[in-house]
């Protein structure tokens, strides 16, 4: 078996306004990318980032890293 114990996953949740890398902290733009640059590029690689659509305007994004 494969051993899962560098797995790392954020879940976010924001409203689904337009927004930039470098714009306000709490934007999901910003958020994210915060997050992927927090994460160590040699044991916590982005294995993949998923969205979907909550009701309403909220959008979940779920960032998962790993080796």
């Not at 958020?31 to 160590?40: E, G, I, Q, W």
């Not at 779920?62 to 890293?65: C, I, K, L, W």
């Given at each position: 078996m494969a051993a899962y114990a560098n797995v790392k996953v954020k879940v976010l949740i924001h409203e689904a306004n337009p927004g930039e890398e470098d714009g306000?902290?709490?934007?999901?733009?910003?958020?994210?990318?915060?997050?992927?640059?927090?994460?160590?590029?040699t044991s916590?690689?982005?294995l993949s980032i998923t969205h979907t659509q909550l009701r309403g305007d909220r959008v979940l994004t779920?960032?998962?890293?790993g080796a």
């Open positions: 306000s902290t709490g934007t999901m733009a910003r958020d994210v990318k915060d997050y992927v640059t927090s994460l160590d590029s916590n690689k982005v779920m960032v998962v890293g």
